[in-house]
């Protein structure tokens, strides 16, 4: 089954960089847009975000897990081009200075699950991670993990029930 992962992502030369990458073009294309289309419903509402993070090594998430930066050990959606960390862009620096509750809003309007609520809002969650967008049900991260599934165009998480 060839994917964005396959085709692009394991291609690329940052395929092990432990920087932070911000290029939308290592997004899949239909997550690429959502995340656009996100950006620019915030901006309709005078908030100004910007992406921080799309793709992300095992590599880095290593790094991040053992400075205490990250509470997982395991690159998740993000090593897949499938999540993507967008954060308030104040006069072009970063800053999640911000509840970011309208950004679940958003999320959640374009078909995406937001670390907020993990697409479950009635559930309590106990890892929050309110600047983090992503286009996988919880549920499905293990396939996807595993490389027996990995989503077409037409996917909607909220209708993988």
């Not at 239909?30 to 995340?35: K, N």
């Not at 809003?105 to 969650?125: F, N, R, V, Y």
């Amino acid at each position: 089954m060839s994917n964005f992962f396959q085709d692009v992502i394991a291609k690329d030369s940052r395929f092990n960089s432990v920087e932070c990458i911000s290029d939308p073009n290592l997004l899949e294309p239909v997550t690429r847009q959502l995340v656009f289309d996100i950006i620019a419903g915030a901006k309709d509402q005078g908030i100004n975000l910007m992406i921080f993070e799309t793709y992300r090594s095992q590599a880095r998430q290593k790094h991040l897990f053992d400075t205490g930066k990250s509470k997982l050990e395991k690159v998740g959606v993000h090593h897949y081009g499938l999540a993507c960390d967008i954060v308030l862009n104040v006069h072009g620096n970063p800053s999640w200075d911000s509840n970011f509750a309208f950004l679940g809003k958003l999320a959640h309007a374009h078909k995406m699950i937001w670390g907020g609520d993990w697409g479950t809002p009635d559930q309590h969650h106990s890892f929050i991670d309110a600047d983090h967008v992503q286009r996988c049900r919880i549920k499905r991260q293990d396939a996807l993990f595993a490389g027996t599934w990995y989503p077409d165009d037409a996917y909607n998480p909220y209708t993988d029930v």
